[in-house]
């Protein structure tokens, strides 16, 4: 056995025959089976895990639940991971984050010594002025902010969403939420229980006190815990989801939830039981964030669960009978108990005499004032509290001459709880603060809900359990199954919760040194408050975001009590009148992974994929499609098409076959341009528009005969012109026309060069003669053997030959037109290629050089839109464009300086003083490549419409620079060919 850990027990979760190797900043640990990164990390003397957000300040386990930030850290390629509940697992590789350049030399540390030039909303203020140091400002600040950071390589962790129903949503397997399904489905419920742990039984597992049943009968809590748990996963109407974290709850019981941060659950529920418990209070005092100072429960989860020492000499903090017991429980473990430092004046004798006789010095109206230490807790400062504290406002004094320090490496702290009423509250439930119980108390909650264990202010396990009971039988009642509770029963849960001790002191904060932390997120002080009250940040939802108070990673979980009293002392009013912040979804921390969901987009692969791959293809993904980019050289591919012959996958177009005798009605109605005089075997342009006149998708419509037509549409386009066709069909428009998506039945590829003709000759028996098969033209016939459309069109400027196959003999044809080009120095190209051959001939894409606000008239294609025509898709709108004009056009350019491109989306400015930088903005650079046939820089661009003639010259602002840039006539070059 290890020395950080303690004997086998039956409460434990790891198997300390299974060791599990993991790795921590670089060096090798061990655990065991079960075992949670930290707990392995703690019992290998590890002491500091990260660093704080603000101040850089160490961090290490505070509460052990997974709903503080003191434990986050890197775990593979996953930023801001709960050491405390992510399972060590073999080769796990984690890391600290929030440092550099390492933890334990990390010199962002150094900003604690600035504290007092940070006071909260300091970076509301400091970096305003002046305005030119604003660009260093904003590096340092993107650097210094956020923790960890995000990988941007896709992950591969399966993601996946789940509808459930429950006629009964229990949130929390703890003693109460345990009881409640158990009663509500013996009554023939059916009811869904949701648990964040591993594990039910919720403290009964980490407590040792001994419990009473209903029987009389008394257990150890751990054994109680294994009981209930045995019976909820027999009982066949319980449903059980574990590591399951509820989140948010919305309208009409519509609750999310994430299991294991892989699954969505969207649960709707008939009737609710919140029994999700409480959080431990921490108590403020100087440098009470180190690490070694824990909470009392924090101590017991790594006592009786991960069989883990939580040190070796302790001071513990006590204002309830919890504190008492943890330090029976540490001196049981073999730790050296230096001191019981006990807020009340009277604990309860039997606990005491017990802490006694065991050697324990019990010191009564006592406090812990500061802990020392740099990287960890080595000792602390005690003194004996003044008759008047703590005062209304939670606040402590320590008698003067009475302070005394103790060494120690632990300090638990155990001095009351919060329910944690944040799902409470979204459920519609309100509470109050009680100033008697210290905590705040459901007064008012919504039908059908209902709460049931220390959410309530229940902590008595007894009382938990009957209220459980309680509240079970009801909902069952509600749904038609049973009377509901007895009249004894419920008298028997008011009795006890009327009788139960208090738990919680009015203990907050212990006065006295600037680094007593509120919150461990964003290392927010007791000063930062006051000083944000007193600049007039007095609500509790403005000091929450001028401080930032519960706005950090565990959403103020354990600093809500604590920041109710502290606002309310600076305020000099009562804490019931304070108020809290506002609970919105998500209560708990949930990973965009898990919102997404699965990864529903298919990938969709051409008939030649494989052959791409194969010859070295570098593939690039084009909406769903994966298209080859380049198969290594782009500008060579360019060159030798022009001088030869190229041949590019064109397979991803959209493609409809369209048959009736309306067709041309259909395309007159759907295009901005003419349609009805188009003749069998003939091929033309059209461009689409939207209502508004905003162009939305171009292609070819080609004339085969026989009332036979067939339409192509950009890449990625075809499901929305089918579904725009198909819409238009069903709402009014009465033509002969029948449509049929085909764009996966087709193959395509284009052949394009000098020499295209010469190979598809080949292979062919299309006459493909020049006054055979003249410009946009279309045949039909056979290539390599199979049926085939051969459209003479281009993309590139050079003489093109479209060629559509089944899709199933497309990777035969590919293959027989390169074996057929193989004389004549043919070369597969890419999209690269194309982008830069059709920018050369000045074509634009729709998408990329056109936008939602893009009509016809600003992308030079006036001649083609048909206003005399009695009606078509963006008339209207287009009519009146044309009498109104345009702002802006679409015209090609070359950079003055030949081997300078602008990313794309570069913007074209000129000098104006009254700017921030002195610049406006007066458009913007769309398309951008090398052209190795022109050896110089060309693309489109937007210009104002009254400054954009050939010869004119603007300013492109690149990474910083300013760059000229000249328009010029299109095309940029005209192989006089097709």
């Not at 006149?693 to 171009?698: L, N, Q, V």
């Not at 056009?889 to 950079?895: A, D, E, I, P, S």
């Amino acid at each position: 056995m290890s020395p950080g850990r303690l004997a086998v027990h039956p409460s434990h979760l790891i198997d300390q025959s299974r060791p599990v190797e993991f790795l921590f900043d670089g060096r090798t640990y061990k655990g065991f089976e079960g075992d949670t990164v930290a707990s392995a990390l703690w019992a290998a003397g590890v002491r500091m895990f990260s660093r704080s957000f603000k101040y850089h300040r160490p961090r290490a386990p505070f509460a052990m639940t997974g709903a503080d930030t003191n434990c986050m850290v890197r775990a593979g390629d996953e930023p801001n991971v709960r050491a405390c509940v992510k399972l060590v697992a073999p080769g796990l590789n984690v890391t600290p984050q929030n440092v550099w350049p390492s933890l334990n030399a990390d010199l962002m540390s150094l900003s604690s010594l600035a504290a007092r030039f940070m006071p909260a909303g300091f970076y509301y203020r400091t970096f305003m002025r002046p305005k030119f140091l604003w660009p260093w400002y904003e590096r340092v600040l993107r650097n210094a902010a956020g923790l960890g950071y995000v990988t941007l390589e896709t992950p591969s962790t399966y993601y996946d969403k789940e509808y459930g129903f429950a006629e009964l949503l229990v949130i929390g397997g703890g003693p109460s939420g345990m009881s409640a399904a158990l009663s509500a489905a013996g009554r023939g419920a059916r009811v869904v229980l949701l648990e964040e742990s591993p594990y039910l039984g919720g403290h009964l597992r980490h407590e040792r006190q001994t419990v009473e049943t209903a029987t009389g009968e008394r257990l150890p809590a751990y054994q109680l815990a294994a009981r209930l748990s045995d019976r909820v996963f027999a009982n066949r109407n319980i449903s059980v989801e574990l590591e399951t974290n509820a989140f948010g709850i919305y309208e009409d019981l519509w609750i999310g939830a994430a299991k294991r941060d892989t699954r969505l659950l969207k649960i709707r529920a008939q009737s609710l039981i919140l029994a999700n418990g409480a959080f431990e209070r921490p108590l403020v005092f100087e440098n009470n964030d180190l690490p070694g100072v824990m909470l009392g429960s924090a101590a017991w989860r790594l006592l009786h669960l991960y069989a883990t020492m939580p040190g070796r000499r302790a001071v513990v903090v006590s204002a309830n009978d919890d504190g008492l017991r943890v330090a029976i429980d540490l001196h049981a473990a073999g730790i050296e108990v230096a001191a019981v430092v006990e807020l009340r004046n009277d604990p309860d004798p039997t606990l005491a005499a017990a802490l006694r006789a065991r050697g324990i010095d019990v010191k009564v109206r006592s406090v812990v004032v500061k802990a020392h230490g740099r990287r960890r807790v080595e000792r602390v400062t005690i003194g004996q509290m003044t008759d008047e504290s703590p005062s209304l406002s939670g606040t402590v004094d320590v008698t003067p001459g009475t302070r005394e320090v103790v060494k120690c490496d632990l300090v638990t702290v155990s001095i009351g709880w919060t329910p944690a009423t944040g799902l409470l509250h979204q459920a519609g439930g309100q509470t109050a603060y009680d100033t008697t119980a210290a905590e705040s108390r459901v007064t008012q909650l919504p039908e059908r809900v209902r709460a049931a264990g220390r959410v309530s202010g229940t902590h008595d396990v007894t009382t938990a359990m009957a209220e459980g009971e309680m509240h079970g039988l009801d909902a069952a009642a509600e749904l038609g199954l049973g009377d509901g509770a007895s009249t004894e029963l419920r008298e028997k849960v008011a009795s006890l919760k009327a009788t139960q001790l208090i738990r919680n002191s009015s203990a907050v904060h212990v006065r006295g040194g600037k680094m007593a932390f509120v919150s461990f997120d964003e290392d927010v002080t007791v000063k930062d408050i006051n000083d944000s009250v007193a600049e007039g940040y007095s609500s509790m939802e403005l000091l929450k975001r001028y401080s930032t108070l519960s706005m950090g990673p565990s959403q103020g979980k354990y600093e809500s009590t604590n920041t109710m009293a502290l606002c309310s002392a600076a305020n000099d009013e009562p804490i019931a009148t304070t108020g809290s912040t506002t609970s919105r979804p998500p209560f708990h921390p949930v990973s965009l992974g898990v919102l997404a969901g699965r990864k529903m987009e298919p990938v969709k692969h051409t008939p030649m994929h494989d052959w791409h791959v194969e010859h070295g293809a570098r593939m690039m993904n084009v909406g769903l499609w994966k298209r080859p980019e380049h198969y290594g050289d782009p500008a060579e591919e360019v060159l030798t098409t022009r001088r030869g012959v190229g041949l590019i996958d064109v397979s991803t177009l959209g493609k409809l076959q369209v048959i009736g005798s309306d067709v041309p009605e259909l395309l007159e109605m759907l295009y901005i341009n003419r349609w009805r005089k188009l003749a069998p075997g003939r091929v033309r342009y059209g461009v689409m528009c939207t209502d508004e006149g905003m162009i939305s998708d171009d292609g070819i419509a080609a004339n085969l005969g026989a009332d036979r037509w067939y339409v192509t549409t950009t890449t990625g386009g075809a499901d929305g012109v089918y579904e725009n066709i198909e819409w238009n069909l069903q709402s009014g428009w009465t033509f002969d026309v029948h449509v049929a998506n085909v764009t996966d039945h087709y193959a395509a590829m284009n052949l394009t060069g000098p020499r295209a003709v010469d190979i598809l000759r080949e292979v062919t028996d299309i006459d493909l003669r020049g006054d055979a098969l003249p410009y946009m033209s279309v045949r039909e016939g056979h290539v390599a053997q199979v049926p085939a459309r051969v459209m003479r069109i281009g993309f590139t400027g050079e003489l093109g030959l479209e060629i559509h196959v089944a899709a199933g003999y497309g990777l035969h044809v590919w293959e027989t037109l390169m074996d057929a080009g193989r004389a004549h120095g043919i070369i597969a190209f890419g999209v690269e290629a194309q982008r830069i051959m059709r920018l050369e001939t000045g074509h634009f894409i729709v998408g990329q050089d056109t936008d939602a606000l893009t009509d016809p008239y600003m992308a030079n294609l006036e001649r083609a839109v048909r206003t005399d025509k009695p009606d078509f898709l963006g008339r209207p709108s287009l009519v009146h464009i044309e009498q109104r004009g345009i702002r802006s056009k679409l015209v090609g350019y070359r950079m003055l300086d030949a081997h300078v491109v602008p990313p794309e989306g570069s913007q074209i400015v000129v000098p104006d003083s009254t700017r921030p930088i002195g610049l406006e903005i007066i458009g913007r650079i769309t398309s951008a490549r090398y052209s190795p046939t022109l050896d110089a820089s060309i693309g489109l661009c937007w210009l104002p419409a009254d400054g954009c003639e050939p010869g004119a010259e603007f300013t492109a602002r690149v990474r910083g620079d300013l760059l000229p840039g000249r328009v010029v006539s299109l095309p940029h070059y005209d192989p006089k060919a097709g």
